[in-house]
């Protein structure tokens, strides 16, 4: 079975010990990164854990793979003969995409003695894609076993969504299934961890969601709609027991720059009524950027969601 229990993260390291597999991991001598064998034994050498080999590799990965965007435009540089080829040659480039980074982490841990899988499926990477259909399998990632349950990680992710002066975004690190499957849809629904899968339509009517949602505190049971018709008037809901500002934009569909748009929000126990005015006519992109209620005077808005629009 590949049921995982939903929502829930396995029992592991507190962040100080996390702190110390991090630091053990980025401080790896290049003697020991030659091979993915003599790397994988290295660093799983004080490990305790199936978890504790997880973390680790996952915390040299990020430090130390680059996210390839040169490869990204080059079919030539991403084909492979065989997998353990491409994991081995990522490893001494030391960059990679998502197909890189899945089958070198899935082999270091094959190494260890730890269960692992690549995945591939559709990936929701663009606010171009709210609410509308995922046409291309073009993504890859993991799933891995720690005490006979199987949870999800996707490193390319966790590389590439890093906040400036960070080596990772930790979202992506056994991340709930319920919470993955908002943005990564596998081609065998198995992998999804679900007891109820989602199907592919359910998927690609779904608007973009950025980690900060689930970070902020937001309902795993997000809005399902992410394309909207808007009459000069519109209402979003979300549901979060924190006290949160917000902001909303509006932009031409595929352009990236909004402009503010009028809101009102209510809220009502967990749930927050955010009412938009939008003038603007023919489809567009709306963003709804938040920021938790504090005593500062700055605030940090981050995106949490996009939606397609169609205005009327």
Known sequence: MLISTV??????RTNDEYSRIDAYARTTPDSYARSINTLSDYLTAPARTDMDKVRVIYA???SHIQYD???????YRQKYYSEKEYATRVLQKRKGLC??????FKYLLKRAGVDAASIRGYARTDDKESGLPVAVVDHEWNAVRIDNEWYLLDLAWAVSTAEEGQSSNDFYFLTPPDQFVSQ?????????????PVSKPEFDRFPKLYAPYFAMGYSPDFPKNGQITINRQTQLTFQNPNAIDYLCTISRFGQTKGVDIPISVTRTDDLHLIRLNVSAQGRGTLRVFAAPVTQSRSKHYECIASFTVNSL
Do not use: C, I, K
């Not at 929502?7 to 592991?12: A, D, F, H, K």
């Not at 965007?69 to 079919?75: D, F, P």
């Not at 197909?99 to 070198?104: F, K, M, S, V, W």
């Not at 990564?184 to 109820?196: I, K, S, V, Y």
């Open 7 to 12: 929502g829930m993260r396995p029992e592991g």
């Open 60 to 62: 040299w990965m990020v």
């Open 69 to 75: 965007l040169a490869a990204a435009n080059s079919a």
């Open 99 to 104: 197909t890189g980074y899945a089958l070198l």
């Open 184 to 196: 990564h849809f596998p081609t065998d629904p198995r992998w999804q961890l679900l007891a109820q």
